[in-house]
């Protein structure tokens, strides 16, 4: 059984910060891509930001030059610094990884949700 917890959403202002961070625990053998995706009210979920186990990084044009995704996988942890947030970055954020076991086969895993929301 694998767990991925989040932490660190909340309320913010318009240009504010926060750091969002997911780990993940369990029988794990390694992690290979880890992701952030958001579902705001109304709207279907979206990919937000990426990064594979060497560190290759992907994100969405709406975020570029103001999210940065990083993780530790000593860890199994996944982390998203999010700064100049706006109001269209109000979301539900979910963390994603693609779990390897030591049979090799892999599973996808969901975070909970954490709430981001940008408002004055």
């Known amino acids: 059984q694998v767990q991925l917890v989040e932490s660190g959403g909340g309320l913010v202002q318009p240009g504010g910060s926060l750091r969002l961070s997911c780990a993940a625990s369990g029988s794990i053998f390694s992690i290979n891509a880890m992701g952030w995706y958001r579902q705001a009210p109304g709207k279907q979920r979206e990919l937000v930001a990426a990064i594979t186990s060497g560190g290759s990084t992907n994100y969405a044009d709406s975020v570029k030059g103001r999210f940065t995704i990083s993780r530790d996988n000593a860890k199994n942890t996944v982390y998203l610094q999010m700064n100049s947030l706006k109001p269209e970055d109000t979301a539900v954020y979910y963390c994603?990884?693609?779990?390897?076991?030591?049979?090799?086969?892999?599973?996808?895993?969901w975070g909970q949700g954490t709430q981001v929301t940008v408002s004055s």
């Open positions: 994603n990884a693609d779990v390897l076991f030591a049979t090799m086969t892999s599973v996808d895993y």
